[in-house]
């Protein structure tokens, strides 16, 4: 069966610091692969994405996810935390089994601490 | 342009009352997703509608219910209510379901519904 973990449910960094949020999915198609940030009372927003191709993808905000499908993993990179980084990050797995079929993470909690 | 439009964005329920969310997706986008948002389950499926008719539905109960009109704009409904219904209702629109696929989802700021 699909599904997608998200390691720590909470994580907890200084401004500065490498921000490292672990995805891991389980899928038997190829995935497609998604990072979502949520800021308290709003909706989910994209941050990035992967389909094909590269497997270092970058999106907004400084933010990077590398696919290294050997490891069934899609993490969540930025070099340097900011104050402004703190919300929750949801990653997703879209699968196409006839239909696509989108599967979210339970998602992280990040706190930037000054 | 526009983004996800979700009226209302807070709705307070007593137990037994049914309630209607709407959402209006973006300009162009004819699919809408519905997810159901809450601390103890996180970001739970309810359904997807394309083209009017509904393409995907998750594990609720019937009296989640939803409808999708040819503007593309859709609504929700949720009768009898529980307390458990209590949560943050999320749409989501893409192009279409293969779009969701490829491109992901534009979510809407959501729903708050408090039911007492």
């Known amino acids: 069966a699909q599904s997608v973990t998200q390691l720590g449910s909470h994580v907890s960094v200084s401004e500065g610091a490498l921000v490292l949020l672990r995805c891991n999915y389980s899928?038997?198609?190829?995935?497609?692969l998604f990072w979502y940030v949520q800021y308290p009372n709003q909706g989910l927003q994209l941050l990035l994405k992967?389909?094909?191709?590269?497997?270092l993808v970058k999106g907004i905000n400084g933010f990077e996810a590398e696919f290294k499908k050997s490891e069934t993993s899609f993490h969540l990179t930025k070099p340097s935390a900011h104050m402004s980084d703190a919300a929750e990050y949801f990653c997703?797995?879209?699968?196409?089994?006839?239909?696509?079929?989108?599967?979210f993470g339970a998602g992280t909690r990040l706190f930037v601490k000054a | 342009k526009a983004g996800v439009t979700q009226t209302p964005r807070y709705l307070i329920k007593t137990r037994g009352q049914q309630v209607t969310l709407s959402c209006s997706p973006i300009?162009?986008?004819?699919?809408v997703s519905w997810y159901q948002q809450t601390p103890g389950q996180g970001l739970q499926f309810l359904f997807e509608y394309f083209s009017e008719t509904q393409r995907n539905k998750g594990n609720f109960p019937g009296r989640f219910s939803g409808r999708q009109f040819s503007n593309s704009r859709s609504e929700m409904n949720v009768s009898t209510l529980e307390l458990g219904d209590s949560a943050l209702y999320l749409c989501a629109s893409s192009l279409g379901p293969r779009d969701r696929g490829l491109d992901g989802y534009t979510f809407g700021s959501g729903t708050r519904l408090t039911v007492v």
């Open positions: 300009s162009g986008h004819r699919s």
């Open positions: 997703a797995v879209s699968l196409n089994t006839g239909g696509f079929k989108t599967i």
């Open positions: 992967y389909t094909t191709g590269a497997t």
């Open positions: 899928s038997s198609v190829p995935p497609y």
